[in-house]
Nanobody
Framework: VQLQASGGGLVQAGGSLRLSCAASGIIFSTYIVGWYRQAPGKERELVASTPGGSITSYADSVKGRFTISRDNAKNTVYLQMNSLKPEDTAVYYC?????????WGQGTQVTVSS
C-alpha cells in the first residue's frame, strides 16, 4: 500500500494550493479518504474527509476555504486550498481508512507567508 502526496509549497497569504494524493495497493473506492495536518508543536488534526459521493466534512477552521474531492478512477484524493492563512502552515498528510485499516501518506509541507 502506498499513498503519495504532492502539491505542497510556499505561498503568500490569500493564495491557493492544490494537494494531491495518489493511492496504490488498495481498492480506493472502498476507503474513507481524508487530509490531516500537523503544525510544529501541535497535534495532528483532521482537515477534511470524504467517504465518497457528495458527503464531505471539514474542520471549522477551513470551512468555506478548502474543498476535498476524490477521483476513484485515478485512485486520487485532492485538497483545494484557497484564501490560505499563515495558520494553515503545517505538514499535510493524506489518509485512507476503513474498519481495521488506516494508511498514511508521507506528508507534504505547506507554508503560508504573511
Amino acid at each position: 500500500v502506498q499513498l503519495q502526496a504532492s502539491g505542497g509549497g510556499l505561498v503568500q497569504a490569500g493564495g491557493s494550493l492544490r494537494l494531491s494524493c495518489a493511492a496504490s495497493g488498495i481498492i480506493f473506492s472502498t476507503y474513507i479518504v481524508g487530509w490531516y495536518r500537523q503544525a510544529p508543536g501541535k497535534e495532528r488534526e483532521l482537515v477534511a474527509s470524504t467517504p465518497g459521493g457528495s458527503i464531505t466534512s471539514y474542520a471549522d477552521s477551513v470551512k468555506g476555504r478548502f474543498t476535498i474531492s476524490r477521483d476513484n478512477a485515478k485512485n486520487t484524493v485532492y485538497l483545494q486550498m484557497n484564501s490560505l492563512k499563515p495558520e494553515d502552515t503545517a505538514v499535510y498528510y493524506c489518509n485512507a481508512r476503513r474498519i481495521g485499516q488506516s494508511h498514511w501518506g508521507q506528508g507534504t509541507q505547506v507554508t503560508v507567508s504573511s
